[in-house]
């Protein structure tokens, strides 16, 4: 998720290491804060892969700034990634939404949309938090209000998030034609 969102934003734009970690902090910080500790390692990795590059510039005020951008790999990684996503990047929510974050990047429609499909098809099979045996048990079958909160909010996100998929898909056929 972490290389994801880095290759993702520098797609966008070059930028220097703080400012990259305030952007990913904002996309996923409420979840998983980034460390220092994490993102430059993380930084190294891609640089050493050929994914990034780090240039220097002058800073403004006094030292001069390390920025990054991505190689023409890089680029091509973030758009090989965005059109086959591993699994959990589908099924875990906070991966998705980086996923989400950076789809556009992926040009062609078509690619885009069979992304949205697998995770409608993950939104589509019936699952809970909570099992009676294997069977999901819903909100209405649960005494305890705090489960009850869970559950009633999971339905109407995953109601809103199926309504926003299906959509998006429809508009993206629309495009594909």
Do not use: C
């Not at 305030?22 to 930084?43: D, F, K, N």
């Not at 992304?115 to 909570?130: G, H, N």
């Amino acid at each position: 998720m972490l290389e994801l969102a880095i290759l993702g934003f520098l797609y966008e734009a070059p930028l220097h290491g703080y400012v990259l970690r305030r952007h990913i902090a904002a996309l996923t910080g409420h979840v998983r804060p980034v460390a220092e500790s994490t993102l430059y390692p993380a930084i190294k990795r891609l640089e050493k892969a050929g994914l990034l590059v780090r240039a220097t510039e002058p800073g403004a005020v006094a030292a001069p700034r390390h920025v990054l951008r991505p190689t023409e790999e890089g680029r091509r990684e973030l758009r090989r990634r965005l059109a086959d996503p591993a699994q959990r990047e589908i099924t875990d929510e906070n991966q998705w939404f980086v996923l989400l974050a950076f789809l556009r990047h992926l040009a062609d429609p078509v690619a885009q949309a069979a992304v949205l499909r697998r995770r409608l098809a993950f939104l589509e099979e019936p699952t809970s938090f909570f099992y009676d045996g294997d069977r999901p048990i819903g909100a209405e079958e649960v005494d305890d209000p705090f489960r009850q909160g869970i559950l009633t909010i999971a339905r109407a996100t995953s109601r809103a998030e199926l309504a926003w998929l299906r959509d998006t898909l429809a508009s993206l056929a629309d495009v594909g034609r």
